[in-house]
C-alpha cells in the first residue's frame, strides 16, 4: 500500500462550520441550532467586521495610552503578556443579531439567531493599564481605536477612518473589562482582533474592539462614526424622538436553538428543546417558553450556574401535538433587575437591539420517530 495514501477522513456527526453572511469583508454567522455547549468553540465563535482584517504582527505592534493621562504608555505584546491576567467567561452579542426576523426588512446584515457567542476571555484588566499610564481627573471615556480602516460611502462620509468605540470610565474600572489575547485558551485568531482586543462584558459586540492600537482618554463623550452615525437609535420623550443616543448595554433575551426555524419534529413524543439566554450586566432569573404561540407558558429548567456577564443555557421538555401541522415556539427570559423581554419589537431601535421574542415555526409531522435535540455538556 502506498505510504502517501490520505487517511480517509468522515464528516463530523454535527455541523462544525459557520455561515457565510458577508464575504468581504468576511462575516459569520454561528450555526445556532448547534449551540451544545456553555463555551462556543473559537471556530464557530460569529464574525463581525466592518472592514478588511489588518494585517498585524505582533513583534513590531504597539498600544498607545494617549490623551488625558500623566503619562503616554506604548506597550509591546510581550510586554502585555508579562502583565497579570484575568480569565472570566462572558457571551458577545452583535447589535444587529435577529435582523432577518423583522419586518419590514431593514438595511444590515441579515443576522439569524447566530452573531452571539460565549468565550473564555484571558487578557490584562483594562484598568491595570490606565493606571499605568494614570488618568488625569478631567477625563470621562476612554477610546478603543482599532487598527482596522476604510471609507464609509454613506453620506455625511467621515471618509477613511479606523472602526472605534469607547465606553465611560466608570465601566472602564470595573474588573471585567479586559485586553483580550487569549480567546478559550488559544491566541487570538486575526479575525477575532490579534493581537490585543477589548472585551466589555454586558455591553453588544459593537464595543469589544479588536485589533486594538490606542487607548485615548477624553473629557467629553466621544460621538465617532460608530456612535454616533451608526449603533444609535432615538430617544423618545413626550412621543418625541429627543436625541440619537449610543446602543450600549445588552438587553435581557432568550433564543431556541433547537428546534431550529421549521425544523421537522415528530409528533405525539416528548421533544427536549434548548437554548440559551442572557441580560448583559444583570443575569437571567427565569426562562418561559410557549409552545402554544403565546397562549400558555411554563417554565424552562435553568442549567449550570449563573455566570456574570455569560449566557445561561436552558431546557424544556415539550410533549409534541398528536395531530401534525405548524406549530409556534417561543421563550421569553426574566432577569434580575425586573427586565422582561419584550413581545414586539420596538420600532424606536432602528435596525439594532432587536431583543423581543421571536416566534420560531416548526413542523409537527406524523411520518417522523423520536426528536429533540442530545443532551449536552454545560
Ligand atoms: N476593530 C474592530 N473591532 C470590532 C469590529 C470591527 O469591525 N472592527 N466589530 C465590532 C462588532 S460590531 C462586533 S459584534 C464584535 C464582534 O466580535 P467577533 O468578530 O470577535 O465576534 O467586534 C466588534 N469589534
Ligand atoms: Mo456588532
Not at 472605534?164 to 488559544?186: C, Q, R, W, Y
Not at 421563550?331 to 423581554?341: K, T
Request: hydrophobic share 40%.
Amino acid at each position: 500500500m502506498s505510504t502517501a495514501a490520505a487517511k480517509e477522513s468522515t464528516a463530523p456527526q454535527t455541523f462544525t462550520g459557520l455561515i457565510l453572511r458577508d464575504k468581504e469583508p468576511e462575516n459569520l454567522e454561528f450555526a445556532f441550532a448547534t449551540l451544545r455547549s456553555f463555551i462556543t468553540p473559537n471556530e464557530q465563535f460569529f464574525v463581525r467586521s466592518h472592514f478588511p482584517v489588518p494585517k498585524l504582527d505582533a513583534p513590531s505592534w504597539r498600544l498607545g495610552v494617549e490623551g488625558l493621562v500623566d503619562r503616554p504608555v506604548e506597550l509591546t505584546y510581550d510586554e502585555l503578556l508579562k502583565m497579570k491576567t484575568r480569565t472570566l467567561a462572558a457571551t458577545i452579542e452583535c447589535a444587529g443579531n435577529n435582523r432577518i426576523f423583522l419586518s419590514p426588512k431593514l438595511e444590515g446584515l441579515q443576522w439569524e439567531l447566530g452573531a452571539v457567542g460565549t468565550a473564555e476571555w484571558t487578557g490584562v484588566p483594562l484598568a491595570a493599564v490606565l493606571e499605568r499610564a494614570g488618568v488625569q481627573p478631567g477625563a470621562v471615556e476612554v477610546i478603543f481605536e482599532g487598527a482596522d480602516s476604510g471609507r464609509l460611502a454613506k453620506p455625511p462620509s467621515p471618509g477613511n477612518i479606523h472602526y472605534a468605540h469607547s465606553i465611560p470610565l466608570t465601566k472602564a474600572f470595573t474588573s471585567d473589562v479586559l485586553l483580550v489575547h487569549t480567546m478559550n485558551g488559544e491566541p487570538l485568531t486575526p479575525a477575532h482582533g490579534f493581537p490585543l482586543r477589548a472585551v466589555v462584558p454586558g455591553w453588544y459586540g459593537m464595543a469589544s474592539v479588536k485589533w486594538l492600537k490606542r487607548l485615548v482618554l477624553v473629557d467629553r463623550p466621544f460621538r465617532g462614526y460608530f456612535k454616533s452615525a451608526d449603533y444609535t437609535y432615538w430617544e423618545q420623550r413626550q412621543g418625541l424622538p429627543t436625541q440619537l443616543l449610543p446602543v450600549t448595554e445588552n438587553e435581557v433575551k432568550a433564543q431556541i436553538a433547537r428546534p431550529a426555524p421549521r425544523e421537522i419534529v415528530a409528533a405525539d413524543s416528548i421533544y427536549r428543546m434548548h437554548g440559551a439566554a442572557w441580560a448583559g450586566e444583570a443575569h437571567v432569573t427565569e426562562v418561559l417558553v410557549s409552545t402554544d404561540g403565546g397562549a400558555t407558558w411554563e417554565k424552562a429548567n435553568l442549567l449550570g450556574d449563573a455566570v456574570p456577564h455569560a449566557w445561561r443555557l436552558w431546557e424544556f421538555h415539550w410533549r409534541t401535538p398528536a395531530t401534525p401541522g405548524r406549530g409556534t415556539l417561543l421563550a421569553r427570559a426574566m432577569d434580575s433587575r425586573g427586565r422582561v423581554q419584550p413581545m414586539q419589537r420596538d420600532p424606536h431601535r432602528g435596525s439594532y437591539v432587536i431583543s423581543h421574542v421571536v416566534p420560531i415555526e416548526v413542523e409537527v409531522s406524523g411520518r417522523l420517530g423520536g426528536g429533540g435535540a442530545e443532551p449536552f455538556a454545560i
